[in-house]
């Protein structure tokens, strides 16, 4: 296959990257030119929210598949409708359980994709989506307008991938770090009074589905997370089992709360990833060997910091 990658320069999406130049695919990733691609990739240098210099760059290029890990507005999306209208048959959008945000409730099932409905879900392409913080306050709403509009609008076949909390030795958010860190330090941690469920996944494993779906014929929204949950206080749990400590829990609000500490269910339902063909593992398989990783890269980067002293 020849696939386009737009962003994927960091996190699971170099490991996406990879996997699919593994697999024999021909790989070109867009991006702004701020890290170098894979050995075997090839590179086209272009900001996505430039029309003009996205058309210059795909010039003379067209490809099976289409992967953008940088879509996060509706327009954004109508960019890449008008781009690669002639330029490929499949679109695979990653997406993000945010668009479940207001759907989630306390003690409520798994969220299956049918839950949210983008058929008539409202478009505003006038809102200051290029404004960094209004992008970031908005990150859910972003993402469901992008995906109702490609689903809508674009020509192509769309599937969007909406993706758990990815966890993982590269993340750049240090969310999973927060947790590790406190714990380690014997430092509370601030939770809800009643933290609610969430679903997560592993990087190499949302990196192989992303690869798995780009090869695969389906269309519409599919749910990627590792089986089973974990609220706040299992996590902390788990992070100190695997230290040996007692996590400090306290009762929190705003924004003293630890980053996945939630008052809505996050669980999603993985059923129609399965039923696609696509097994996801437990969190249990890989959390305790990540934690033991994320402490010992913290160790290290402690240990540096202490040397330049």
Request: aromatic content about 8%; glycine content about 10%; overall charge negative.
């Amino acid at each position: 296959m020849d696939v386009c990658v737009i962003g994927g320069s960091r996190y699971f999406g170099r490991r996406l990257i990879e996997e699919l130049r593994d697999a024999g695919a021909a790989v070109t990733v867009v991006n702004r030119g701020s890290s170098p691609p894979p050995r075997g990739v090839t590179r086209l240098r272009a900001d996505r929210d430039d029309e003009a210099a996205l058309r210059a760059a795909l010039a003379g290029r067209s490809f099976d598949a289409v992967v953008d890990q940088v879509c996060y507005t509706p327009q954004q999306a109508a960019i890449a409708a008008r781009v690669f209208a002639d330029r490929t048959r499949r679109y695979l959008l990653t997406s993000t359980v945010e668009v479940y945000a207001e759907l989630g409730r306390p003690g409520g099932p798994a969220l299956a994709e049918q839950a949210l409905d983008l058929s008539a879900w409202p478009v505003d392409l006038e809102l200051p989506w290029s404004e960094e913080h209004f992008r970031a306050e908005n990150y859910g709403e972003g993402k469901r307008q992008a995906e109702a509009l490609l689903t809508r609008e674009a020509p192509f076949e769309v599937a969007t991938v909406r993706t758990a909390h990815v966890l993982g030795g590269g993340d750049f958010t240090g969310r999973l770090a927060h947790y590790v860190e406190r714990i380690g330090n014997g430092l509370p941690v601030a939770v809800h009074a009643a933290p609610q469920g969430a679903s997560f996944v592993h990087e190499p494993e949302i990196a192989r589905f992303l690869a798995w779906a780009v090869a695969a014929d389906f269309t519409g929204p599919v749910n990627a997370a590792s089986h089973g949950t974990l609220d706040a206080t299992e996590l902390c749990a788990a992070i100190g089992h695997a230290a040996g400590l007692a996590p400090a829990l306290v009762v929190g609000a705003g924004d003293d709360l630890s980053p996945f500490s939630f008052e809505r269910c996050y669980a999603m339902d993985t059923g129609r990833a399965e039923r696609l063909g696509f097994r996801f593992s437990s969190v249990g398989d890989w959390l305790p060997l990540l934690l033991q990783e994320t402490r010992a890269g913290l160790e290290a980067r402690a240990a540096v910091e202490e040397a330049r002293r």
